[in-house]
């Protein structure tokens, strides 16, 4: 049994319990119902002490060495090593997630951690000697004149917001905080409200690594928070994850209040099957992006069109392997997919199998009648064929596990197809041909691709880079945007007379 309880919010360096007038939610597990514990709602009052913190511990923290500041990344890492099994333990019980995918998204958050403790090279400056010479007084031009010389510095912002997802509560908060306080600024992180406490037991180890209290904080609670963190006159930058809708509201709101935004947001990727492609990697690959995390991952793979005649042998393959798939408790062994989120995501991904269905697709798979526990947030793996591209399953983000297969003669027909979406996170090719790759990499409206993997995952170096309604903002999570993002340019011009 995870013990999780209340999760508390984090405001200079301690716990800090209380509530707003709206209370506090029961969170659950979604495999079994359990009651989990409660996590409160601190609205904007607490939101206030936050910001205020992190506020008031900015210069200080902005004036230490740099060197001095990633030596608490540096311990932060190891006593989140020390930690993972328990963190692991508390996300599958909160998020439903089987432990190995826990694990594994912990280990990405890390990657993020190591990237951010290189923040001496990444933040360093540029100068420019001599880059004109005053002849203007004080020297004639027969004396070769004043040199000027010019340097830009890279310069923390302040206090810095991250409002993150249900769907990795651990690993996505650390796309944002690490680098954030590695480049001097303080930070308020609002987790979502679904499953708090991993990220709780996450934040709440800062002070074992001597980060002075103020610089990382937590706030509890859900979008009136986020409202209210995202408009506070004290707040310079606003990094968001989570769905488009909410994303185009904060990106308009936070923009408006003069911060700098990032917003990454929902999305519905699609993979092509060419004829030519390696069948076992083609399968592996769409199986796991489709049904990993049980389909709720902004890179899942929810769309498959095949070309030519890849369906013949890509659908059938793909059902069998899908079948094999043990739908179950995450910390089960064996067990390969877990539950949705709560019952609330489960109503909504059987809402979208019932459209689906009603618009017409062949139902190859049905999650529906799958063997899993009668109890709990359950659907197993969903297989439509021949669905079109005007259907809700292909046009909409379901967040599930429910993949939509749409068949075409021609390459250009795919992407043409897969163009048509209003979001551009990620797409992927499974082929043999260069060729293919080529036309493929050039035309897909997608900031995120990949040959012949099923889902290119992000990589703390790189930035995640998704495109059209999947992102709103100049600089992307992660790699040199992050770096820019959580700084600011300072150019000096010297003139020594
Ligand atoms: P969500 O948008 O419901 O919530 C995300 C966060 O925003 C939560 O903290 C929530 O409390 C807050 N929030 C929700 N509505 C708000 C509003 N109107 N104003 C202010 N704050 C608000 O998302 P979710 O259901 O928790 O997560 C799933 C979504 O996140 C999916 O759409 C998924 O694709 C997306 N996602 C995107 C990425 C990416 O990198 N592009 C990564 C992970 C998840």
């Known amino acids: 049994m995870v013990s999780t309880a209340v999760a508390g919010h984090f405001i200079d360096g301690k716990q800090v319990r209380g509530s707003s007038a709206s209370g506090s939610n ?86 993020c951690i190591e990237y951010a403790t290189a923040a001496p090279v990444l933040i360093m400056g540029n100068t420019l000697p001599q880059i004109a010479v005053s002849t ?36 996505v908060p650390m796309w944002m905080w690490p680098m954030s306080v590695a480049c001097g600024n303080t930070f308020v992180l609002k987790p ?49 994850v989570g769905s488009t809708h909410a994303g185009a509201e904060i990106y308009k709101t936070a923009a408006a209040s003069g911060k700098r935004v990032q917003c990454m947001c929902g ?55 899908s079948k094999k798939v043990v739908v179950g408790p995450g910390d089960q062994a064996g067990v390969g997919m877990g539950p949705l989120v709560n019952n609330a995501a489960k109503d909504r991904v059987l809402s979208y199998i019932q459209q689906g269905v009603d618009a017409g697709a062949y139902l190859v798979l049905d999650g529906r009648e799958c063997k899993m526990p009668k109890t709990g947030c359950f659907v197993g793996p969903t297989i439509f064929d021949r669905a079109t591209p005007d259907m809700s399953i292909v046009r909409e983000e379901i967040f599930g596990p429910v993949l939509s ?3 075409a003669e021609t390459l250009d027909d795919a992407i043409e197809m897969a163009n048509r979406s209003e979001y551009g996170n990620m797409a992927v090719i499974f082929t043999d041909s260069g060729n293919a790759v080529r036309r493929f990499t050039r035309t897909i409206q997608a900031g995120m691709q990949g040959v012949n993997v099923g889902v290119p995952a992000p990589m703390a170096v790189f930035p995640f880079s998704g495109w059209k309604n999947s992102f709103y903002g100049d600089l992307h999570a992660n790699g040199d945007d992050s770096v820019r993002f959580f700084t600011d340019s300072r150019v000096l011009v010297t003139r020594w007379i």
């Open 26 to 111: 029961a969170v659950t597990n979604p495999a079994n119902g359990e009651p989990l514990g409660n996590v409160p709602d601190g609205g904007v009052e607490f939101a206030d002490r936050a910001v205020r913190s992190a506020k008031q511990a900015f210069p200080g923290w902005a004036n230490t060495p740099v060197g001095d500041r990633v030596q608490c990344l540096f311990r932060y890492k190891q006593i989140l090593e020390s930690n993972i099994e328990d963190i692991a333990d508390i996300v599958v019980a909160e998020h439903g997630k089987t432990k190995a995918e826990a694990i594994g998204s912990l280990r990405r958050g890390i990657d």
């Open 267 to 321: 999305a519905k990727n699609h993979s092509l099957i060419m004829p030519d492609a390696n069948r076992g990697a083609a399968v592996d690959g769409v199986l796991g992006s489709a049904f990993g995390n049980t389909g709720q991952r902004c890179l899942a793979g929810s769309v498959v069109v095949c070309i030519g005649d890849s369906a013949d042998w890509f659908v059938p393959a793909l059902v069998e392997a």
């Open 405 to 407: 297969i749409m068949r």
């Open 192 to 240: 979502s409200e679904h499953d708090p406490f991993s990220t709780t037991r996450m934040i709440e180890l800062v002070s074992d690594a001597g980060f002075p209290p103020g610089v990382i904080n937590l706030v509890h609670g859900g979008p009136d928070v986020a409202r209210a963190l995202i408009t506070h006159d004290d707040v310079r930058a606003v990094s968001f």
């Open 136 to 171: 203007s007084f004080c020297r004639t031009e027969d004396e070769g004149g004043v040199g000027i010389d010019s340097q830009v510095d890279r310069v923390p912002l302040g206090v810095c917001v991250g409002i993150t997802p249900f769907n990795f509560p651990v690993m």
